[in-house]
């Protein structure tokens, strides 16, 4: 639909400012500004957070003790289904997304992101796309409870919300896509002159490296559950094993899209913890071209090993070596990042307000995460702890303690830049330190339940597995309190917080993003930055030093 505000926006001599924009419900329905669109992917994020939270904590509820006390059998692996999907898909993508949109402009001098009609489309594919997903549970025959692997012949066999849930795929890939070139096509061609590619800032090359990912394995989920679609309808038997089909072919499809997918949910985490541990220790980056090498690296080995999720299905001894091998080689460059996260640290002036204190947690769980993923790669320990809650706890400390705790950080480290008000740090301390500590009584204890044989998406369990699981229900329900304290400190932040907030709120942060007011006006950077101040940007982020030459 055209606007003639929105046709300006694009129509502009340097110089020329906007101040005119839109307001109201149109300004977010017809959001073509980088910085609008990435609002709405927070907020939406936030919502699905929420949702599939909430589904947490009823699956947590039936499992404070054996016997049914809420929930059927098939709500229950409803209720496991939905929550994996809409955390991934609907929480944790939208929400990177969301920061990318918000802040790549703004660190690389650009005026916005490449295509801003395209921007918008791809946001607003996110709401029907969730409202499908939803409206699965109240359809005949429920929401699909397959598990959010959408393993055949579980997912073959569910009702008519599996439909919905694959269509609900579809449009939520689709969008990936877009935002995806998006990425990609402001960052190659809309750098501030003096910006090399060597030169960006980590998250701008975390987010080029995952939108690469993105546009890679996207597709190939989208094959799988078209695959699956016409096994449904339309009489193929690519997965079912009565018409001669495999429905391991479906976990080949799945895992070739599912593993470069986890670390499309850790990259950027990666290069949000590389922006705030220098601030905050007040160095620049240690190693900043290995970080670039070794964020390249995880992306390149994550197509190679997803046969490490299907150890259990019969591989070859020698595809199980390989695979094996592979997986553990992963560890490489991200010990490389760690200990380049360490090292920067390392006699740093360093302070911990609330986003270095996030960082910092993020550093330590993701590397128990990492170290519990180790042991899960090697095949014969994998075929004990298959599908048990060893695997369970391992997951969750990757993506919630990397990708959620990451996202805490960048929310709390951009908030006054986003605002313009500074945010009550002691709420943001209470917030960190309760989520560390009921994160780690929920999760870690689920290690135990693994390690002693519990399995995974069971609504009942054997009584020696109570006190473990009562103990992890009363965690789950005690981190997910916290969150509300997040809540209300965002808002009370929009509202005022506790004062303005300077252009720099941070007395060690050097990219571009701080060279503009807080709050960032609804356009910036019509003309690039001048070359002096990205030049002393990159001086302090020791990236470039005075005397080279001029790429």
């Known amino acids: 639909m055209h606007s003639p505000s929105i046709a300006s926006t694009h129509l502009h001599t340097p110089g020329e400012h906007h101040a005119e924009h839109q307001t109201g419900w149109a300004r977010w329905l017809y959001a073509t500004n980088h910085k609008d669109i990435g609002t709405l992917y927070l907020w939406f994020a936030f919502a699905m957070f929420i949702t599939g939270g909430v589904m947490a904590l009823c699956i947590r509820a039936e499992l404070f003790q054996p016997g049914l006390q809420f929930w059927q059998p098939e709500f229950f692996n409803q ?3 939905l929550h994996g999907i809409i955390m991934v898909f609907g929480a944790i993508m939208p929400a990177f997304t969301g920061l990318a949109n918000w802040m790549l402009p703004l660190m690389l001098g650009a005026p916005d ?7 918008n489309w791809s946001f607003w594919l996110l709401p029907p796309a969730a409202a499908l997903l939803l409206i699965s549970l109240f359809v005949p025959g429920g929401a699909p409870a397959g598990g959010w692997t959408l393993y055949p012949p579980l997912s073959a066999q569910a009702g008519m919300g599996m439909d919905l849930a694959i269509f609900s795929i579809h449009l939520l890939g ?4 877009m935002g995806s070139i998006n990425i990609i096509t402001t960052i190659l061609n809309m750098r501030a002159p003096g910006m090399t590619l060597l030169r960006m800032p980590l998250f701008a090359w975390t987010s080029l490296v995952t939108a690469y990912l993105l546009i890679a394995v996207a597709p190939v989920l989208a094959g799988a559950v078209t695959m699956l679609l016409t096994d449904r309808h339309f009489g193929t038997h690519f997965f079912n094993a009565a018409g001669g089909g495999d429905p391991v072919l479906f976990q080949h499809i799945f895992w070739f899209f599912g593993h470069p997918e986890v670390y499309i949910m850790a990259l950027p985490a990666f290069g949000i913890v590389s922006q705030i541990i220098p601030t905050f220790a007040r160095k620049p980056l240690f190693g900043y071209v290995s970080m670039v ?11 190679m090993v997803w046969g490490h999720h299907m ?8 595809a199980q070596l390989f695979f094996m091998f592979l997986t553990m080689l992963i560890a490489v460059p991200t010990g490389v990042k760690v200990f380049n996260w360490i090292a920067t640290m390392w006699q740093g002036s360093m302070t911990f307000e609330t986003p270095m204190l996030f960082a910092i947690g993020f550093v330590c769980l993701f590397t128990v995460g990492g170290f519990s993923g180790l042991v899960l790669s090697i095949a014969p320990i994998d075929t004990q702890m298959q599908d048990t809650y060893y695997v369970v706890a391992h997951f969750h400390y990757v993506l919630v303690a990397g990708a959620l705790f990451s996202l805490f950080a960048a929310v709390y480290y951009w908030l006054p830049k986003w605002t313009g008000y500074m945010y009550h740090e002691g709420r943001g301390k209470l917030h960190f330190w309760w989520s560390m500590i009921w994160f780690n009584v929920t999760f870690f204890p689920m290690h135990f339940l693994g390690l002693a044989g519990m399995p995974r998406r069971i609504p009942d369990y054997a009584l020696q597995f109570t006190q473990f699981n009562s103990l992890a229900t009363v965690g789950a329900f005690c981190f997910g309190l916290g969150q509300l304290l997040f809540l209300f400190n965002v808002l009370h932040t929009i509202r005022g917080g506790v004062g303005p907030a300077p252009a720099q709120p941070w007395e060690g942060g050097n990219t571009l993003e701080w060279e503009v007011p807080s709050p960032a006006p609804h356009h910036t950077w019509e003309s690039p930055p001048d070359i002096a101040m990205v030049r002393r ?3 302090a982020q020791a990236v470039y030093h005075e005397g080279e030459d001029e790429a």
């Open 174 to 177: 689709l969008s990936s896509i």
């Open 113 to 119: 992101m490449a295509f801003a009609r395209m921007n």
């Open 537 to 539: 940007g990159l001086i």
């Open 293 to 303: 090498y070794a964020t390249c690296s995880i992306a390149i080995l994550s197509f």
């Open 311 to 318: 150890f259990a299905v019969g591989m070859p001894a020698t």
């Open 79 to 81: 209720l496991t289904t």
